[in-house]
């Protein structure tokens, strides 16, 4: 019995060490997931459009979205979203079901370049903005930063004086 008790007293410890490293991991949700959830929760959606042939996806992968830093600055402020136009399945907007080809054309309004590429979705203002290519973790973390300046302007407006404009 006491064996017992060891036992799940270890597994249990292991699991909330497992936990709290999951806190410094980046968490990615699909369309389907993290898109409804900016939209309620008023964060920006990181959407990162890749492929899995793609060697610059996997290498961003691996230098920018590894980096400690990176991952502290999304996890704050960012839904982040993992998105695979070539999948099968279906993508929703709305009321709308649409395929992942689809969906990008929608991202980069008819305009695609390529993989990987970085969309963020302002809810607060409802603007997309497309960037794309391979960044670096200093790089990325100066664009994370700027999305975020750009989102709270939008979520605060300055206010208006007297004369109606704002300071």
């Not at 490293?21 to 980046?26: F, I, M, R, T, V």
């Not at 970085?118 to 973390?141: D, H, I, K, R, W």
Request: hydrophobic share 35%.
């Amino acid at each position: 019995m006491k064996k017992l008790a060891f036992i799940t007293l270890i597994l249990m410890s292991m699991g909330f060490t497992h936990s709290s490293s999951d806190e410094h991991a980046l968490v990615w949700k699909t369309w389907n997931e993290g898109y409804p959830e900016s939209r309620a929760s008023n964060k920006i959606a990181l959407i990162d459009t890749y492929t899995a042939w793609c060697g610059w996806c996997k290498k961003m992968d691996k230098d920018t979205y590894e980096k400690s830093e990176i991952i502290e600055r999304i996890n704050k402020d960012f839904i982040p979203i993992k998105f695979n136009p070539e999948l099968a399945g279906s993508y929703n907007v709305g009321d709308t079901s649409i395929s992942g080809r689809a969906l990008l054309s929608a991202l980069s309004r008819g305009k695609s370049s390529g993989y990987p590429t970085t969309f963020f979705f302002l809810p607060s203002s409802n603007v997309m903005y497309q960037y794309p290519g391979y960044m670096n973790a200093e790089q990325f973390a100066q664009l994370l930063d700027e999305m975020v300046r750009v989102h709270k302007a939008t979520s605060n407006p300055a206010p208006k004086t007297d004369s109606g404009q704002a300071n």
